[in-house]
């Protein structure tokens, strides 16, 4: 029993670990795009202020 406990600790310790690492990469992802989105914005908008 001792050792089967180890193993599900173990097997759950690295999937929860892989969670978090794969959570991290997505909000990383996301800050980038809104930053791109933030900057393609104050394109348009510098280029509607150069049109009128």
């Given at each position: 029993?001792?050792?089967?406990?180890?193993?599900?600790?173990?097997?759950?310790?690295?999937?929860?670990?892989?969670l978090l690492k794969?959570a991290y990469q997505?909000?990383?992802?996301?800050?980038?795009?809104?930053?791109?989105?933030?900057?393609?914005?104050?394109?348009?908008?510098?280029?509607?202020?150069?049109?009128?």
């Amino acid at each position: 029993m001792g050792y089967f406990s180890l193993v599900a600790i173990i097997i759950f310790a690295f999937s929860l670990f892989f969670l978090l690492k794969c959570a991290y990469q997505l909000k990383k992802n996301s800050d980038i795009q809104i930053k791109q989105n933030e900057h393609i914005i104050q394109l348009l908008i510098e280029q509607n202020h150069k049109k009128r």
